[in-house]
């Protein structure tokens, strides 16, 4: 199957400093991303869409100046959490799809905590 | 409204098979996928199908009706490590995937 990469795998950072999370397919080229989070024991969050070469669309109550999403090409994707605060601490997953079978691949996960 | 269901929770013993089923509700539909996520893990995925019938791969097999709105994932000769979450979404018109909250599958030696 298709490989994804995500970096870091885990960060901790203090109140009020920005993180960057790295998506990258590694064998293919996928011109659409996702960004996803998941709270302990609950269900995957869509947060956004990210398409190569234009502005991510976001979920309803995701808000777009603290969850900056690029999308500069068809293998990387990055999610800055700016200003991040204690519950912004999660795991955000990104997946990106296959164009042309649609199929979406994960990436491993990267586990955020905010002290 | 876009909803998926699948229930909350599910127990087998080892060696035994399983089937863990999941209605969906979308506009549109081109496809129904299974993922499974153990804990503290990212989802991997497990199959794809967008055409009515039964896709079997190794010990897990996915049906699609897609007249009934309905999937399910059979899971032969269970083994301890198959305890996860299984989780299936269904792509909707506009190629976006509408997740379940997913099967916490407990298997029992």
């Known amino acids: 199957g298709a490989v994804v990469s995500q970096h870091p795998s885990w960060v901790i950072c203090k109140s009020g400093t920005s993180v960057k999370i790295e998506c990258r397919s590694l064998d293919f080229q996928a011109t659409t991303m996702f960004w996803y989070r998941q709270f302990p024991k609950q269900s995957l969050m869509l947060m956004a869409t990210s398409n190569e070469g234009s502005k991510a669309t976001y979920e309803q109550g995701v808000e777009k100046d603290k969850f900056l999403i690029n999308h500069a090409s068809l293998t990387l994707s990055t999610l800055t959490v700016t200003s991040a605060h204690p519950e912004d601490s999660s795991f955000y997953i990104c997946?990106?799809?296959?164009?042309?079978?649609?199929?979406?691949?994960f990436g491993p996960g990267t586990r955020l905590t905010v002290t | 409204g876009q909803n998926i269901d699948q229930p909350t929770e599910m127990t087998a013993t080892e060696g035994a098979i399983v089937q863990i089923n999941c209605t969906y509700q979308?506009?549109?539909?081109?496809?129904l996928f299974w993922y499974q996520q153990h804990a503290g893990e990212a989802p991997t995925f497990l199959s794809y199908?967008?055409l009515d019938g039964l896709e079997e791969k190794g010990r897990f097999s996915s049906f699609l009706s897609r007249s009934k709105g309905y999937s399910y994932l059979l899971l032969k000769e269970l083994q301890m490590k198959d305890s996860a979450s299984y989780l299936c979404a269904a792509m909707d018109s506009n190629y976006q995937l509408i997740w379940g909250a997913g099967t916490k599958l407990i298997i029992k030696p």
């Open positions: 199908n967008v």
């Open positions: 997946s990106a799809r296959v164009s042309t079978t649609y199929e979406q691949y």
């Open positions: 979308t506009s549109g539909f081109n496809g």
